[in-house]
Each structure stands twice: as C-alpha cells, then as structure tokens.
C-alpha cells in the first residue's frame, strides 16, 4: 500500500505551514509541496515534490510502498546528473547506479530513492561540463577534478535528513558502498539499522573497474590513460569484484 488521498491531503496540510529551526550549519528546511503517482518501468512509484528554504533546488522523493512510521526502510541518495541519468552518457555510472537502485526499490516491499538536484557534486551543470572540456583538452584529471570540485556533503545531508523526516520513516537501511553517508546521516538524527550495498551488474562499459584501483585523489585510473570522474559521493561496485578491489574502493577517500 502507498500513500492514500487522505494520507496525501493530510501531509500537505501539515508541511504547508511547516517550519523548523532547520537542519545542519545552514539551518535547511524542506517541506512537501506535491505528491502524485508515478508508475515506472522500475514498478509502482509516488513521486514526492519538496521546496526548500536555501537554493529553491526542486529535491524529489521516488517512494515505492508503504514507509510512513515504518522501519528498516530502503534508501538511496542519489545526486542528479543530467548527462549520466538522462543521457546515458558513460563519462560516469550514474545511471547505472540510479537504474540498479530503482530496479532494487521497486522489487522490495517499499523503498525511497532520494533525487538530489545537485548536478556536478552540487557545482552546477556549466561547471561540470566545464570539467569534461579541460579533460577533453588533456587537462590531467586532478586539475579536472578541482574544476569539478567536491560536494559540500553537510549540505546534501541536512537535505535528506530533513526530507526524510518530512516522510515520517523511522528508520532505514541505507544503499550505499560508503561507510562516511551512514555517519553523516545519524549526525542529523537518521536512525539506520543497516546498510546495503549497492552493487551494479557489469557490462561492456563498467567492465574497467574489475581492472581498476582505487586512486588517492578519489577517481579511478584504467591501466590505459582513460580516467573517469564520479559524481555520485559513493564509488560503485561492480558483480565479480574481489574483495580485496571492493576493500581498496574507499582508501584515500574523503
Ligand atoms: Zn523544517
Ligand atoms: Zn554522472
């Protein structure tokens, strides 16, 4: 069971006149400004609209079942890449982590894939494809990367913390391969009883990481010259790694 018109009615009265203190060192405070239906090809999903009171970055939450009061609730982070999610561009594996939590969520009982409107870590569409030119331009990927720049992670966890609240879940299970989320999420309040990890099906085009290692700067290096930069803040695992590849993802990470 989802959400029932009375349910949906009930929430918007509520967020409507919503305000808190705010969540983390920039006070962020969201409320619920829409629900609706949203069947997908990943199954039967509401699609849950969200204003905030910083960056007016229209956040959404992907809710699939019933997850109001519930426990152990599946959840994925997941930042907007246009090129990646939309496009299917395979300068990064967005979309294969998008796809593969979706497909995830909507094979369980319930799930949430939050969609954070933070293209490029938060840096902006302009800038990101700024980064992918002085790459194309043979700019080395550690001067493409400070072009990119890092993602302001208080933010986008203040974010999502307060937005699940704003779904009444209790508790979840976080999707994801970085231990650091999980930390960041409790910090503001989250109750997660688990993790799981999120791990992507290979295919000719992720078949690289199987030969990869993990790099200090947090990007991958083939045994080539190809290098790729990832927008997503947790580094994919693909089906077949080792544990010792698997182990050796998050060294040097930040
Ligand atoms: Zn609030
Ligand atoms: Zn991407």
């Not at 808190?20 to 997908?40: F, M």
């Not at 319930?110 to 992918?132: C, D, P, S, W």
Request: with cysteine; proline share 3%.
């Amino acid at each position: 069971m989802s959400l029932t018109h009375l349910q949906i009615e009930e929430i918007l009265d509520e967020n409507r006149a919503h305000e808190c203190d705010g969540y983390g060192a920039d006070h962020i405070c969201v409320r619920i400004a829409s629900i609706a239906e949203l069947p997908s090809r990943f199954g039967q999903f509401q699609v849950v609209a969200f204003w905030n009171n910083r960056d007016k970055e229209e956040h959404a939450a992907f809710v699939h079942g019933d997850i109001t009061g519930a426990e152990n609730v599946p959840v994925r982070v997941h930042s907007e890449c246009l090129t990646g999610d939309a496009i299917g561009s395979l300068r990064c594996d967005c979309r294969d982590q998008l796809e593969t939590s979706l497909k995830t969520i909507g094979k369980m009982e319930n799930g949430i894939l939050l969609y954070m409107r933070q293209e490029g870590r938060g840096i902006g569409l302009v800038n990101k494809i700024r980064a992918y030119g002085l790459q194309d331009k043979g700019f080395d990927t550690v001067q493409a990367n400070l072009a990119l720049g890092f993602r302001d992670d208080e933010r986008e966890y203040s974010s999502a913390a307060h937005m699940l609240d704003s779904l009444k879940v209790k508790s979840i299970q976080l999707m994801t391969n970085n231990p650091k989320k999980i930390e960041e999420l409790k910090r503001y309040g989250i109750n997660i009883t688990g993790r799981i990890p999120l791990v992507i099906p290979p295919n000719q085009y992720n078949e690289f990481y199987l030969r990869t290692k993990a790099e200090k700067s947090g990007h991958m290096m083939t045994f080539g010259s190809e290098t790729r930069l990832f927008e997503q803040s947790d580094l994919p695992i693909v089906e077949g790694m080792t544990n010792e590849q698997i182990g050796a993802l998050h060294q040097g990470e930040v």
